[in-house]
C-alpha cells in the first residue's frame, strides 16, 4: 500500500494544484479533476500514484483532513438568474454560488466577503454566502481592503486593546522617569523620510577617547514600548498576532494603537519621551569597544529628514545648514563615526549590493500619478549603519546573559543554491568563484570585480539570488549577509514584534530577572507553511543534541510566528502594489516604452520599464518566429538560428498588449522592426523549410517552465518599493531599472560582448544577404 502524506493544498491559476507534505518533502502535484472536491488552503491526506511527464510525483487526495476557515473574497455575479461569487484568489479554482437570500445588501457586481456553507464536491460547486460586503471594484483603497482579507492581515483592534490605549496617559508622567537616566539635555535627533509618522529611533555622537586613540561615543536611543505594552495586555496580544506593521502606498496598518505608535511611543520632537539606550564607544578603526543599555528619558532636538541631513553633509554653509545651525557638529560627528563603520564593514566583508528602490507615488482617489526611484543617500547609510552597530550589540549582550532571546539569522547559500552559482559564474566567463564554505567577502569580492562590467546587474542578481531569507530563532547561526556572528533585531519595536522581545529580555538581564514569554496563540497555517519549508534551514550549535526546554520551544514557535507574518506583509503589500500598476497600465495599453529585461525564464522573459518601473512578462510566443532555448546557466534565453539573446540587462523596446486586473499580470509584446525581415532572410536561408521548427516543438520549447507570475513581481522578490517596515539591515529585495547588454564571457582577447536583440538581428540579415549562393557542405566561391 503505498503511503499517505498530509499536507495543505495550495491552488493555482490555471486549474491545477499541489499538496504542500508537511514532512518538507517534495510537493504532490494535483491535476485539475483532483482539485475539484478541494480548495485552496485545505488540509488533506494524499498519496503519490505516478510521476507525469514532467517528473512531478502526481498524487491523489484520499482523505480531507479540514476545511479552511478563510473566508473568500471575490466580486458578485448574476448569470442565468444564478447568483454567484468569483473569487478575487484564483487559486481557488472555482465559482462560489450564492442561495436566494444569501446575498445581503450586496449588488451586483460588487466586491465581498463569503462565508462556505457547502464545500466542495466532484460533481459540485461550493456554496457559499455574503458576510461583508467591501465595496465597488474601483473605489479608492478597494485593493488594500481585499490583501488585508485575502492574506488575513489582522486590521482592527480588539475593543480591550483600543480601550487600554485611551487609558495610557498622553505624556510622560514623573513616576515614568524613576530609575531612568536624564538625557534631556544631549541633542538627540530623528532622521526619518519625508513620510514617516512613528519616530523609533534617535541618534547622537561626540568625539571620544577609546583606549589609547581617538574614537566616538555614538548613542542609539529607542523607543521604550515596553514600558507602555505589559506582557500578556491586550495591546499585547493584538501586537503579537499582527507581528509587524504593514505599509501600503497612502495607508499603514500599524501594529499598536495609533495612540502609542504615533503618539506616546514615538520619539516626536520636543517632547519627553521614554526610550532604551545603546551607548557605546566606536574607535577609529570602527570597532564597538565597549557598550551599555539603559533605560532612559529624552528630548528629541529636531526631526530631520534623509533629504535634509544629506544636504547639510555636503554643504554645512548652505541654506538647510543654516536653519539648523546648532545641530551642524553634532551631524558631522554621526558622519565621522558612519565612516569608520562603513570601513569596519568593508573589513569584515559585509555584502553591499546597491539596488534601486521604488516609491508609488498616488493621489487623493488612490490612483498612481507616478511611480519613482526611492534614491539613497548618505543620510540613509549613516543611520542604518548606526542600527546595525546597536543591534549586533543587542545580540551580543543577549548571547552573553544566557538568556534565550530571537535572534535574526541568515544562513548562507544552500547546495544547490551554490552549484547554480557557480555554474552561471563559469558559463558567463567570470575568472572567480565561490568556495564549499563561503564566507559573505566571497560574494561582496565578484560584486566589487564585476561593478563595471556591461552585465552587472545581472551578476549582482544573480549573487542575490544564491541567498537565503532571513528568519527569526532562538539559535544564533549567525547573519551571513551582514558578516556577523550574532546579529538581533532592536531598533523598531513600534513596528516589529521581535524588537519588543528583545527589548524585554535586555531589561530582564539588566534587573538580574527572566523574561517569561506568555502562553501564546498556536501556531496557524502560515506558520506551519514556513515551518516546512524551514526545517532544514537553521543549523543546530556545535554541541552536543539535547532536548529542546518548554520555554526553548514557545521562543521557537514565536520566533516562527514572527518570521511567518513578515512575510505575510511582503506579500500583501507586494499585492497590493501589483494591483495598483495594473490598474496603471490599463491607461497606456497601446503605448511603446523603452525597458530593461530583469529576468529570463523557459516561458519567457520579465521586462521592467525604464520611465515607470513597472515590470511585464513577454511570453515567449511574442519574441518571433525564432526557436528559442533556456540556458539555466547563463539565465538567458537564446535563438538557435539567429544567436539573439535575452539575458538579465538586455535592453528592449515593448508594447503594452494586455493587462489583467484580477490576475495581477501585465503583458509585453516586443517590439521589433526588424524581425520581419530577419524571418524572411532566414526562410530564403534556409530554403523555407528544413531548420523550421515543427509547432509541436516549437510549443514545447515555448510552453516549458509554467505560467506567468503577478505583475511587479518574480520569485519571491519585488520592482515595487514601499516604506522600510524597519532599519538595520541591508536592503535587498527591491530590484529594478539596470542597463547594457547581457554577459561578456570572458577576458582579454577571448572576451565576446554580448549582442544586443537588434544588433543580432541586423548581423542575421547581413549575414543571409551577403552570402545568396551558398549552400551546406559547399565552399563559397571566389
Known amino acids: 500500500m503505498l503511503a499517505e502524506f498530509e499536507g495543505t493544498v495550495s491552488g493555482h491559476r490555471d486549474g491545477h494544484g499541489f499538496v504542500l507534505r508537511d514532512d518538507g518533502e517534495a510537493d504532490i502535484y494535483l491535476p485539475p479533476n483532483e482539485m475539484r472536491a478541494v480548495l485552496h488552503k485545505d488540509r488533506v491526506k494524499a498519496r503519490i500514484v505516478r510521476h507525469d511527464r514532467k517528473n512531478r510525483p502526481e498524487g491523489r487526495v484520499t482523505e480531507i483532513i479540514e476545511r479552511s476557515s478563510n473566508p473568500i473574497i471575490g466580486r458578485l455575479l448574476q448569470e442565468s438568474g444564478v447568483w454567484l461569487v468569483a473569487p478575487e484568489d484564483k487559486r481557488y479554482g472555482q465559482d462560489v454560488l450564492i442561495p436566494k437570500g444569501a446575498t445581503g445588501t450586496a449588488k451586483v457586481g ?107 561615543r555614538l548613542l542609539v536611543a529607542i523607543a521604550d514600548v515596553s514600558h507602555y505594552v505589559e506582557t500578556g495586555s491586550a495591546i499585547d496580544i493584538d501586537a503579537y498576532d499582527r507581528a509587524t506593521s504593514v505599509y501600503f502606498p497612502r495607508r499603514v496598518i500599524p501594529m499598536l494603537p495609533e495612540k502609542l505608535s504615533n503618539g506616546l511611543c514615538s520619539l516626536n520632537p520636543n517632547v519627553e519621551r521614554l526610550c532604551m539606550v545603546c551607548d557605546m564607544l566606536v574607535n577609529a578603526k570602527g570597532e564597538v569597544h565597549a557598550y551599555q543599555f539603559y533605560p532612559a528619558v529624552m528630548f528629541s532636538q529636531a526631526r530631520f529628514t534623509y533629504t535634509e541631513v544629506a544636504a547639510i553633509l555636503a554643504n554645512t554653509r548652505g541654506p538647510e545648514a543654516a536653519q539648523r545651525k546648532t545641530l551642524v557638529p553634532h551631524l558631522l560627528n554621526l558622519h565621522d563615526v558612519y565612516q569608520a563603520l562603513l ?38 547609510r549613516l543611520i542604518e549603519e548606526a542600527m546595525l552597530a546597536a543591534n549586533v550589540c543587542s545580540a551580543d549582550f543577549i548571547a552573553e546573559s544566557k538568556h534565550v532571546g530571537l535572534y535574526r539569522v541568515h544562513e548562507g547559500p544552500t547546495p544547490e543554491k551554490k552549484d547554480m552559482l557557480r555554474n552561471y559564474l563559469k558559463a558567463a566567463g567570470i575568472g572567480m568563484t565561490i568556495s564549499d564554505d563561503p564566507a559573505p567577502g566571497e560574494f561582496q569580492q565578484i560584486a566589487m570585480a564585476t561593478k563595471d562590467r556591461p552585465d552587472a546587474q545581472q551578476i549582482h542578481s544573480m549573487l542575490l539570488r544564491s541567498m537565503q531569507q532571513a528568519i527569526y530563532t532562538p539559535i544564533n547561526s549567525g547573519h551571513f549577509g551582514l558578516a556577523y556572528e550574532a546579529y538581533t533585531h532592536f531598533t523598531s519595536p513600534i513596528r516589529r514584534y521581535p524588537d519588543l522581545l528583545v527589548h524585554r529580555v535586555i531589561k530582564a538581564v539588566l534587573n538580574k530577572a527572566k523574561y517569561q514569554l506568555p502562553t501564546l496563540p498556536t501556531p496557524g497555517e502560515a506558520e506551519a507553511k514556513l515551518s516546512k519549508r524551514l526545517a532544514s534551514r537553521v543549523k543546530e550549535p556545535t554541541q552536543k543534541p539535547r532536548k529542546a526546554s518548554a520555554d526553548e520551544l514557545a521562543w521557537q514557535a514565536a520566533g516562527l510566528h514572527c518570521s511567518a507574518n513578515e512575510r505575510r506583509a511582503d506579500e500583501a503589500s507586494r ?16 503605448e511603446e516604452f523603452g525597458g530593461v529585461v530583469t529576468a529570463a525564464t523557459g ?40 544567436g539573439i539573446r535575452y ?136
Open 110 to 216: 460588487q466586491v465581498v466577503v463569503v462565508q462556505l456553507t457547502e464545500p466542495p464536491a466532484l460533481f459540485g460547486q461550493p456554496v457559499g454566502r455574503v458576510v461583508e460586503v467591501l465595496g465597488e471594484i474601483d473605489d479608492p483603497g478597494m485593493e488594500i481592503e481585499i490583501a488585508v482579507r485575502k492574506y488575513g492581515v489582522p486590521h482592527e483592534f480588539s475593543d480591550e486593546a483600543l480601550a487600554l490605549a485611551r487609558a495610557l496617559p498622553d505624556a510622560v508622567r514623573p513616576a515614568d522617569k524613576q530609575h531612568r537616566v536624564d538625557l534631556t539635555d544631549v541633542p538627540l535627533v530623528t532622521i526619518d523620510g519625508e513620510d514617516a509618522r512613528d519616530f523609533d529611533d534617535a541618534v547622537y555622537c561626540e568625539p571620544a577617547k577609546v583606549g589609547r586613540g581617538k574614537g566616538w
Open 343 to 380: 570601513k569596519e564593514r568593508s573589513v569584515r566583508g559585509a555584502v553591499d549590493f546597491e539596488t534601486t528602490e521604488t516609491q508609488i507615488v498616488c493621489d487623493e482617489a488612490g490612483r498612481i500619478e507616478k511611480i519613482v526611484p526611492r534614491t539613497r543617500n548618505v543620510a540613509h
Open 575 to 590: 499585492d497590493v502594489e501589483a494591483w495598483l500598476k495594473c490598474k496603471y497600465m490599463r491607461g497606456h495599453l497601446g
Open 647 to 782: 539575458a538579465i540587462g538586455t535592453r528592449v523596446r515593448v508594447q503594452v498588449s494586455r493587462v489583467d486586473l484580477d490576475g495581477r499580470k501585465i503583458d509585453f509584446r516586443l517590439v521589433n522592426e526588424g524581425q520581419e525581415l530577419v524571418a524572411r532572410a532566414m526562410k530564403d536561408k534556409a530554403g523555407g523549410h528544413g531548420d523550421e521548427p515543427t509547432g509541436q516543438d516549437r510549443g514545447s520549447s515555448r510552453h516549458a517552465g509554467g505560467g506567468r507570475t503577478a505583475a511587479g513581481t518574480k520569485g519571491g522578490g519585488k520592482s515595487g518599493g514601499k516604506a522600510s517596515s524597519g532599519r538595520g539591515e541591508s536592503r535587498s529585495t527591491s530590484r529594478t531599472g539596470g542597463s547594457g547588454s547581457s554577459a561578456a564571457s570572458g577576458r582579454g582577447s577571448s572576451e565576446r560582448t554580448a549582442k544586443s536583440p537588434i544588433q543580432a538581428l541586423k548581423a542575421a540579415v547581413k549575414k543571409a544577404a551577403g552570402n545568396p549562393g551558398r549552400k551546406q557542405g559547399k565552399k563559397p566561391r571566389r
Open 603 to 642: 516561458f519567457g522573459i520579465f521586462v521592467t520599464l525604464d520611465a515607470m518601473y513597472v515590470e511585464g512578462l513577454v511570453h515567449i510566443t511574442e519574441l518571433g518566429g525564432e526557436y528559442f532555448r533556456f540556458d539555466e546557466a547563463r539565465q538567458e534565453l537564446r535563438g538557435e538560428r539567429t
